[in-house]
């Protein structure tokens, strides 16, 4: 099976982006496809609210300066959000879902 990665999750959102849907529009249609293993809400707005796109980024690989120890209030948020979405969700599906080591959580 093959992973979906960070990359992989920002190069869907810049395609709904460019398709012209909204935040929400892009939200939905990646848990409809994706299911837990979608993209957070939180990263979703972000790349649409500091439009990630436009500002001259040219990459969809995490910036060379930002660790990924500088996101720990964006993966609290998403834990948290997962949590309140699903009571049940396990470990290793917001391991799938946030690409991280199961020591961030």
């Known amino acids: 099976k093959m992973e979906l990665t960070r990359e992989h ?15 929400q529009e892009c939200i939905d249609e990646l848990r409809s496809l994706y299911g837990y293993e979608a993209p957070s809400y939180s990263t979703v707005k972000n790349w649409y609210k500091y439009n ?18 500088a996101v720990v209030p964006e993966i609290i948020d998403t834990v948290r959000e997962l949590i309140t979405q699903d009571h049940h969700v396990t470990y290793l599906q917001i391991e799938a879902c946030l690409c ?3 020591t961030r959580i």
Do not use: M, V
Request: with cysteine; charged share 40%.
């Open 52 to 69: 990630e796109f436009d500002r001259g980024r040219r990459s969809l690989k995490d910036e060379f300066c930002r660790s990924k120890t």
């Open 9 to 23: 999750c920002r190069a869907i959102i810049f395609h709904n982006f460019r398709r012209g849907l909204s935040r």
């Open 100 to 102: 991280i080591s199961p």
